[in-house]
């Protein structure tokens, strides 16, 4: 989420070489720390325990499982480097949308927006307006509107409406709202 939002926030992009880096080492550390334990799990080792014994057969994976987690820690190092790095120096976003692909109204302003994100709202004509925004020439052609279709059958055929309340439902006659007693319970609504 940090990469995805950094640019909106901030108006400076982050250095990608270093966001690869950052997530092969976290996903190195961290299925070498778990991946492992769970097969330690599996041959059966023993849960909270401080020391195992060298004849357990647990101790190389553990070691193995340790390196992992000191990886998993490491990890952090180039994330908070290119975190403080590039919110410092790194290269402006010189458009609204640095994915390209923004469907909604928060793609369609500046990186960073400004106080109020638009000086004058726009014209939501879709349920993807920045698209429309970005993409006016494919606007016209996509329509994001399905008419429903609804075919009864005689199994969905609509049910009549009922002149006399005392045969509605419970939930009918309740739709008005739930403070509103039902018309056979006897109690006067206030007028």
């Known amino acids: 989420g940090t990469y995805f939002w950094f640019p909106k926030v901030t108006g ?3 250095n990608d070489r270093l966001g690869k880096i950052h ?7 961290f299925h070498t720390t778990f991946l492992v334990q769970h097969w ?25 499982s340790s390196a992992g987690s000191f990886l998993l820690a490491l990890s952090t190092l180039p994330f908070i480097y290119n975190l403080w790095h590039s919110y410092r120096k790194g290269p402006l976003a010189v458009v609204d949308d640095p994915w390209g692909y ?8 500046s990186c960073p927006p400004p106080r109020h994100n638009f000086r004058t709202l726009p014209r939501i004509r879709s349920e993807r307006p920045a698209f429309d925004l970005h993409y006016p020439q494919a606007a016209g052609r ?9 075919t009864l059958t005689p199994e969905t ?14 939930a009918e006659s309740t739709a008005a709202g739930p403070d509103r007693p039902a018309p056979e319970s006897g109690f006067r609504t206030p007028e």
Request: proline share 9%; glycine share 10%; net charge negative.
């Open 102 to 109: 923004g469907n909604s109204l928060e793609w369609a302003t």
């Open 40 to 64: 330690l799990g599996v041959q059966g080792m023993p849960r909270r325990y401080a020391d195992y014994g060298p004849n357990d057969g647990f101790t190389t994976l553990n070691t193995i």
């Open 23 to 29: 997530f092969w080492t976290v996903f190195l550390g």
């Open 12 to 14: 400076r992009l982050m």
């Open 157 to 170: 055929t609509p049910r009549p409406e009922t002149a006399d309340p005392a045969e509605s439902t419970a």
């Open 142 to 150: 996509i329509d994001y509107h399905a008419t429903p279709e609804i």
